[in-house]
Every structure is written in structure tokens, then in C-alpha cells.
T-cell receptor, first 114, second 113 residues
Framework: DSGVTQTPKHLITATGQRVTLRCSPR?????VYWYQQSLDQGLQFLIHYYNGEERAKGNILERFSAQQFPDLHSELNLSSLELGDSALYFC?????????????FGSGTRLTVV | GDSVTQMEGPVTLSEEAFLTINCTYTATGYPSLFWYVQYPGEGLQLLLK?????DKGSNKGFEATYRKETTSFHLEKGSVQVSDSAVYFC????????????FGTGTSLTVIP
């Protein structure tokens, strides 16, 4: 157990729907990062939050949004889902805003859009 | 921009064989370098890291040396085991781009008995 908790582990939904993925960082970590892992695109950085504030955005679609709450858990909202959004979504956390010592990853949420 | 390039897989080795997975990087400034491992059905786990040139990271028999002159961070292990079968990711943390991490595409390793 890495200490980073992601729920749900699996999610199957239809095109056009909206889903919310949840991440609880490791205790004491202030930074949360979201990544999308697909077979054809590898690991793509989506967004980084530090202590409730957005710090960096990567290849995140406008249909996707995220936030980090005062208790430091984070949610990734995916809307108007398309078949191509099917992927593994990973959350990672780190103690500092810069991830100097690396990230700790959760076990991911596997999203299947049908 | 900053990026990481790692050797394409898949790689298949016999148990006790020597492993090398090549990783090269492009970065401005002084990045930190990492290797992560992903076992089937799991998230990525930090395997080892090096934060400055000539540093050697090591863990579980794996090692990698940060070579600034060749911009490389190749992963090596002298004798692989079946339990080493996983996907290995090379990553770079760039201090010049908001401390962003850049991951390679991953190299799948299968070790056969």
C-alpha cells in the first residue's frame, strides 16, 4: 500500500456521461498530480495541485477539471465522455510542491467508456 | 522542451541474465532523474533516483548512473529474476518548468525461467 488512495478502482460508463475520480494523498503530502495512462500515448500529465491551489496544467482537455479540497483530497471530473477517454487515471502525491524526492502513485482508476 | 527517451520494448530475458534499459534525456538546467516500475495491475513505484551528475541510484539490485556528458540514465541489473517482470519508466524532474515530471513511454520486461 503506497498510502495514496484512489477510488473507484474500475469505472464503466457510457459516452456523453460525467464521472468523478477521487484521490486521497499520502498523509502529510500537500501536492497532488493527475496522470492519464493510455496504450497509445503513455503517461500524460494532466494537472498539479498544491495545498488547494492549481500549480500546473498539462495536456488536460477542457472537458476535464479538477480540484483539491481543504482536507487535501482531490477529485478529477471528466465530462462529455468519449470512447478515447478510456484509460488508466493515476493520482500521485509528494511532500513538497516540486516532488524533489519523487512521487508516490496510487493504484489508479481504470475508466472504460462504452 | 524537456523530454525523456527510453528504449522500446518489449524486452524478454532469461532468469539470471544481465539487464540494460537505455534512457536518455533532454533538459535545460539541472534535472533530477528517476526510474519507476509498474507491476501488472498496480501504480508506478519509485525504484531509484539521482539528483545530480555522477550520482548513482540503486535499489533491489538495480542501479543507474546520472551521466551529464551523455545525457543518459541507463537502468542495469546484473541478474534478473522472474519477479522483475514489469514495465519500467524513466522520468525527469525539471526545475526549469515548474518542477514538472516528464516520463518516458515505458519498457516492458518479461523474465522467463
Amino acid at each position: 500500500d503506497s498510502g495514496v488512495t484512489q477510488t473507484p478502482k474500475h469505472l464503466i460508463t457510457a459516452t456523453g456521461q460525467r464521472v468523478t475520480l477521487r484521490c486521497s494523498p499520502r498523509s502529510g503530502d500537500l501536492s497532488v498530480y493527475w496522470y492519464q495512462q493510455s496504450l497509445d500515448q503513455g503517461l500524460q500529465f494532466l494537472i498539479h495541485y498544491y495545498n488547494g491551489e492549481e500549480r500546473a496544467k498539462g495536456n488536460i482537455l477542457e472537458r476535464f477539471s479538477a480540484q483539491q479540497f481543504p482536507d487535501l483530497h482531490s477529485e478529477l471530473n471528466l465530462s462529455s465522455l468519449e470512447l478515447g477517454d478510456s484509460a488508466l487515471y493515476f493520482c500521485a502525491s509528494s511532500a513538497s510542491g516540486g516532488g524533489l524526492y519523487g512521487y508516490t502513485f496510487g493504484s489508479g482508476t481504470r475508466l472504460t467508456v462504452v | 522542451g524537456d523530454s525523456v527517451t527510453q528504449m522500446e520494448g518489449p524486452v524478454t530475458l532469461s532468469e539470471e541474465a544481465f539487464l540494460t534499459i537505455n534512457c536518455t534525456y533532454t533538459a535545460t538546467g539541472y534535472p533530477s532523474l528517476f526510474w519507476y516500475v509498474q507491476y501488472p495491475g498496480e501504480g508506478l513505484q519509485l525504484l531509484l533516483k539521482a539528483t545530480k551528475a555522477d550520482d548513482k541510484g540503486s535499489n533491489k539490485g538495480f542501479e543507474a548512473t546520472y551521466r551529464k556528458e551523455t545525457t543518459s540514465f541507463h537502468l542495469e541489473k546484473g541478474s534478473v529474476q522472474v519477479s522483475d517482470s514489469a514495465v519500467y519508466f524513466c522520468a525527469l524532474r525539471s526545475g526549469n518548468t515548474g518542477n514538472q515530471f516528464y516520463f518516458g513511454t515505458g519498457t516492458s520486461l518479461t523474465v522467463i525461467p
